[in-house]
């Protein structure tokens, strides 16, 4: 089941309606990609390759205009975080009804949840007594809960915005046939990796074939790697010294009676 349905006002909307057919093709497609936030990328370059996988007529210029012209009308607002341009579609709770509320991308500072007022004197009293004792039952309780071979560890990103669920049961699974390598450590790696190389990331189909590859060079790199060296010890000029000496010449000589031979 969608997680978003349009509404039939943005028909009627006038800032959508200023829009050029192109511009509502560019709109449109962002409603599919976006989060359940309103928020995606705002690089032409990557929306291009994003939102016209299989189209030839379009340009980076002509998404950069489309996005000008939307933000113009107050369609869209454009930001940067993280070190990358994102937008936020303006209109988005108006236009749609939305079943999900899970952020994929950084929202603007000024979106930022505020903290909760602050409790009553009384109740500061009471939280200070009792977090403590709560907090460290509650620590241990979990400490003491396996982890079942389904718990979702870590996950991947994948080209299509969504993610790849590496479980518990996989971690054991790859350490077995990869045990020169920290698995775990090297899913994090690879998810940096995604992170940082949006345009790059796998499909679905293709992210198994994706951490075989990675694993296995990790496990050559591992194989290849010469063990560490024994520390040497520090060199004794005098002991060198004295190995150089004859052995007769440092022989006890015999004691000599006074007074005579």
């Known amino acids: 089941m969608p997680s978003r349905i349009l509404k039939d006002s943005i028909l009627t909307d006038k800032a959508f309606n200023s829009l050029t057919l192109t511009e509502e093709s560019i709109y449109h497609r962002l409603l599919v990609s976006a989060d ?11 929306l291009l390759r994003i939102l016209y996988p299989r189209k030839t007529n379009i340009t980076e210029e002509v998404i950069r205009e489309g996005l000008d012209h939307m933000e113009e009308a107050g369609i869209i607002s454009r930001y940067t975080a993280e070190g990358e341009d994102y937008l936020k579609i303006c209109s988005w ?21 505020t903290p909760e007022p602050a409790p009553e004197p009384e109740t500061k009293e009471k939280a200070r007594l009792e977090k403590p004792a709560d907090h ?19 996950q991947l990103p994948l080209g299509d915005n969504t993610d790849y669920n590496v479980t518990q ?3 054991t699974e790859f350490s077995s046939l990869y045990p020169a390598v920290d698995v775990l450590q090297e899913y994090r790696g690879m998810k940096a990796w995604c992170m940082s ?7 679905r189909n293709g992210i198994k074939k994706f951490i075989n590859s990675w694993l296995s060079s990790a ?9 560490p060296s024994k520390p040497q010890l520090p060199r004794n000029p005098f002991l060198e010294e004295l190995n150089t000496i004859p052995a007769e010449e440092y022989q006890p000589q015999p004691n000599t009676p006074a007074g005579g031979e």
């Open 36 to 46: 359940d936030y309103g928020i995606f990328y705002a690089d032409p370059i990557l």
């Open 93 to 113: 709770e108006n236009d749609q009804r939305l079943r999900n509320s899970r952020h994929k991308f950084p929202v603007p500072e000024e979106e930022e949840p």
């Open 136 to 154: 460290n039952v509650n620590k241990k309780a979990a400490d003491k809960v396996p982890k079942t071979a389904d718990e979702i560890i870590i």
């Open 169 to 171: 049961e996989e971690i």
């Open 197 to 203: 190389n949006p345009h790059k990331r796998k499909t």
């Open 219 to 227: 496990q050559k790199q591992a194989r290849s790697s010469p063990p």
